[in-house]
Nanobody
């Protein structure tokens, strides 16, 4: 079994910063892409940023220039540094990773439980 556990959410004023972390654990053979998604109240879950195992990144237009995604392949972790936060960044942030388990035939998408980010104006 493979798990993703997020940490680092919280309450911050507009213009502030937060750093989210996500750690994968369990019987892991390999991890492909990792990423962060968010879901605001009443809205669909949306992509924030992704990063491949080789380090290539992709960002939503709404966060470009304010957010940096990084990963540590040796530690099976992915981080999201968020600066200049805006009230519209409020939501539950979910970690996602495409993971091939030790006993799996192919990679599967795994989701974390989510961490709340609240940005006040």
């Amino acid at each position: 079994q493979v798990h993703l556990v997020e940490s680092g959410g919280g309450f911050v004023q507009a213009g502030g910063s937060l750093r989210l972390s996500c750690a994968a654990s369990g019987s892991i053979f390999s991890i492909n892409a990792m990423g962060w998604y968010r879901q605001a109240p009443g809205k669909q879950r949306e992509l924030v940023a992704t990063i491949t195992s080789g380090g290539s990144t992709n960002y939503a237009d709404s966060v470009k220039g304010r957010v940096t995604i990084s990963r540590d392949n040796a530690e099976n972790t992915v981080n999201l540094q968020m600066n200049s936060l805006k009230p519209e960044d409020t939501g539950v942030y979910y970690c996602n990773a495409l993971i091939k388990g030790t006993f799996s035939s192919w990679p599967l998408p795994i989701w974390g439980q989510g961490t709340q980010v609240t940005v006040s104006s």
